[in-house]
């Protein structure tokens, strides 16, 4: 069995407006709530990260699959997409979607 850890630290101080620190093994930003929602908007945001992790375990995942299927030359390229729906100050249920391109 192989275990690894995924440790990532995360500072924020003030309110919505302000601008927090994400800090992993690789990755390390600015994290704000984006301007569109109410915030600062600088650097990246929980739900484009959310996103992102979503569509890289997918394209990841496809790739390893086709692979293992004996595929050789394996180019993939998705979009991936998120929605926050923000009414009357509160959030409502997002939609995301995938979809790879060969």
């Known amino acids: 069995m192989v ?3 995924f440790n990532v630290t995360t500072h924020w101080s003030g309110g919505r407006e302000s601008v927090g620190d994400l800090n992993g093994d690789v990755l390390t930003e600015q994290i704000s709530i ?4 109410g915030g ?49 100050s509160k959030f409502k249920n997002g939609y995301n979607n995938s979809l790879p391109y060969y």
């Open 40 to 88: 600062n908007g600088t650097g990246t945001n929980p739900d484009e990260l959310l996103v992102s992790a979503a569509a890289s375990c997918y394209i990841i995942s496809l790739a390893a699959v086709l692979e293992r299927a004996g595929f050789e030359s394996i180019e993939i390229e998705q979009f991936s997409s998120g929605t926050a729906l923000f009414e009357n």
């Open 34 to 37: 984006p301007a569109g929602l």
């Open 3 to 5: 275990k690894h850890d």
